[in-house]
């Protein structure tokens, strides 16, 4: 032992410590590419802070359980992680960066905003529609592409986990119209001009309902009568917005965001080689994709998919892509 007595080391000992130890490993795992190992110590260091009450602290590894709830298809518990950690970030929202301790026990964070209905519940769940419901919504949208039958069986259970929601929050505008979106887009027969009026619509209503408004623009592109240069407008302007949104979070951004994106294009490409210009130098750059770094990886796919339909992009767009590219 490098301190004697024994007994003065086990005073050193801090379960609560423990449960930081665990984010460090998630961390690791996590970079040398051990998914299950990160999501055990997430799930592990979650349990520890809930059970010392430091839900500021927790909300770290509940981001990280979220990503895999997602990924395999669990929408109704990324829904609950989400909504503890977004609580935890708005309990803390608006106090002094040193008022703000890791280490202080607290109120479950759902108790101090308080019962629904309420304005702070309504940001709350947009928030929790931000980073939960829009990336399961693109999950779903990219099985569409590879199994239509489990496709429909993540998507009713979408509708279901937003719609337990939607009742739970007595009628919350957010919850109503994700289950609007979600069977509009995912469990119907998508029809791009009700869903871009959709889309319109929300962006309408304010902020909170952006990322449904950009899920029903995405339900649009599920309309196969649309053109394929009205698949990229409507894609490019998505995917910038979930690209600002996820970016930063990489596996959830690359199992999910980039996967959806790019295997729509692919199987677009694959099935209409002859409408693209220089078919070959499109197939050899969308081979080349994996090797991209995967913040890179969507503006390379959109720049490769405007120049083979010959597209004239924005000046937004072309920034966006050239800047990422």
Request: net charge negative; aromatic share 8%; hydrophobic share 50%.
């Amino acid at each position: 032992m490098l301190i004697a007595p024994p007994a003065r080391a086990a005073t050193l000992y801090k379960p609560d410590l423990v449960a930081f130890v665990g984010i460090h490993a998630m961390l690791i795992a996590d970079t040398i590419g051990d998914r299950e190992m990160a999501v055990e110590w997430a799930a592990r260091s979650t349990a520890m802070f809930k059970a010392s009450g430091m839900w500021m602290a927790a909300a770290v590894p509940l981001q990280r359980l979220v990503e895999h709830a997602v990924i395999v298809g669990d929408f109704s518990i990324a829904i609950d992680h989400e909504l503890d950690a977004v609580a935890a970030y708005w309990m803390a929202r608006g106090k002094p960066a040193q008022d703000v301790s890791l280490f202080e026990s607290t109120t479950a964070p759902r108790q101090v905003i308080g019962s629904r209905p309420g304005a702070d519940w309504n940001e709350v769940d947009s928030m929790v529609v931000n980073w939960a419901v829009l990336p399961a919504f693109l999950r779903v949208a990219a099985d569409r592409n590879v199994n239509a039958e489990k496709a429909t069986t993540l998507a009713v259970a979408l509708r279901d986990a937003c719609l337990t929601e939607a009742e739970a929050s007595s009628g919350s505008a957010v919850w109503q119209a994700a289950v609007e979106v979600c069977v509009a887009t995912l469990l119907n027969p998508p029809d791009a001009q009700t869903l871009l009026g959709q889309a319109e619509e929300h962006r309408a209503r304010g902020e909170l309902f952006t990322s449904l408004s950009v899920m029903a623009q995405i339900g649009a592109s599920l309309d196969s009568r649309q053109s394929h240069n009205q698949l990229l407008a409507l894609h490019i302007s998505a995917g910038h917005y979930v690209h600002q949104l996820h970016s930063h979070v990489p596996v959830l951004y690359e199992s999910v965001v980039v996967e959806f994106f790019t295997s729509f294009w692919r199987k677009v490409f694959d099935e209409a080689r002859f409408r693209f210009r220089t078919p070959a130098l499109i197939t050899k750059q969308l081979d080349e994709l994996p090797c991209a770094t995967c913040q890179k990886r969507l503006p390379r796919l959109f720049r490769s998919i405007a120049w083979g339909l010959d597209v004239s992009l924005p000046d937004w767009a072309r920034e966006w892509i050239e800047d990422a590219a």
